[in-house]
């Protein structure tokens, strides 16, 4: 069994960044991609950044693509997401999630997922 555990969350102003953090503990990361999603306040969860096994693949949603950028550290077990320009439009908790295979853009692939981490971006 995996278990996913963020951080790196907080209170920021407009215009700051941040970097997100999701340690794996129980398995090895490196069998699985990882993918970053959000959920705001009243709205449904939607996909953030996907990273394949070996990195090599990345996927973005467009309302976070050329400010945020997924990355992955296997010796560490660590996938980190670093978010810079931050929008109040960003406030939402965030999740890491890991599935085996892909790169995949759906919550529903991902099995292994974390209890989020708070991100509020005042303006």
């Known amino acids: 069994q995996v278990q996913l555990v963020e951080s790196g969350g907080g209170l920021v102003q407009a215009g700051d960044s941040l970097r997100l953090s999701c340690v794996a503990s129980?398995?090895?990361?490196?069998?699985?991609?990882a993918g970053w999603f959000r959920q705001a306040p009243g709205k449904e969860r939607e996909f953030v950044a996907a990273?394949?096994?070996?990195?090599?693949?990345?996927n973005y949603a467009d309302s976070v693509k050329g400010r945020f950028t997924i990355s992955r550290d296997n010796a560490a077990n660590t996938v980190y997401l670093q978010m810079n320009s931050l929008k109040p439009e960003d406030t939402a908790v965030y999740y890491c999630a890991l599935v085996p295979f892909g790169a995949p853009m759906a919550w529903k692939d991902y099995p292994y997922r974390g209890q989020g981490t708070q991100v509020t971006v005042s303006s």
């Open positions: 990273i394949s096994r070996g990195g090599g693949t990345t």
């Open positions: 129980g398995r090895t990361l490196s069998s699985y991609a």
